[in-house]
């Protein structure tokens, strides 16, 4: 292989299998996993590149569309997400009649992060900060209006009442 910007046939090829150890950052992005797909360097359980030993470029095909990583959740998808795990004025985190607590709040997370992975990581804040005791109907606030629990996350605040 030959470097695209210099030329140079000292080219590094690079493939690396860390399975499902894989940490990563976009911006204030962040999680860890396996290796995202559409970035450019690898996905899955590798981690897959060519750089350029004597002036550092990486290799491929450059500026990459935006990954699965960094799409965004749709109004409809929260609206649609609100509506299956959250009833406004319901205490956050008690759950009368949800069976096992611990399963459903897995559930919650995993829904969330399925729609992508900067609500997935929003909702585990939103639920640290705002969830009561999963036995106490006391403990915990309301949930909100979809209408705010949309503008929040927009907004990246988790405090509802903030």
């Not at 210099?6 to 499902?20: G, H, I, M, P, Q």
């Not at 609500?119 to 209006?145: Q, R």
Request: glycine letters at 12%.
């Amino acid at each position: 292989m030959i470097c695209t910007d210099c030329n140079s046939r000292r080219v590094l090829e690079l493939t690396a299998k860390c399975s499902d150890c894989c940490g990563y950052s976009i911006g204030n992005l962040s999680g860890d996993g396996y290796v995202p797909q559409g970035l450019g360097i690898g996905g899955g359980d590798y981690v897959e590149f060519n750089i350029c030993l004597d002036c550092g470029q990486v290799q491929g095909q450059f500026p990459r569309p935006k990954s699965d990583l960094e799409q965004d959740a749709s109004d409809e998808d929260i609206e649609e997400f609100y509506n299956n795990y959250f009833e406004e004025g319901e205490r956050i985190g008690f759950s009368q009649n949800r069976g096992n607590v611990r399963s459903h709040l897995y559930d919650v997370k995993q829904s969330a992060k399925d729609i992508c992975q900067r609500f997935g990581t929003w909702i585990e804040e939103f639920l640290n900060e705002n969830n009561g005791s999963p036995y106490d109907k006391e403990t915990g606030v309301n949930a909100p209006s979809i209408e705010k629990f949309i503008q929040m996350y927009r907004n990246n605040n988790t405090d509802i009442d903030g």
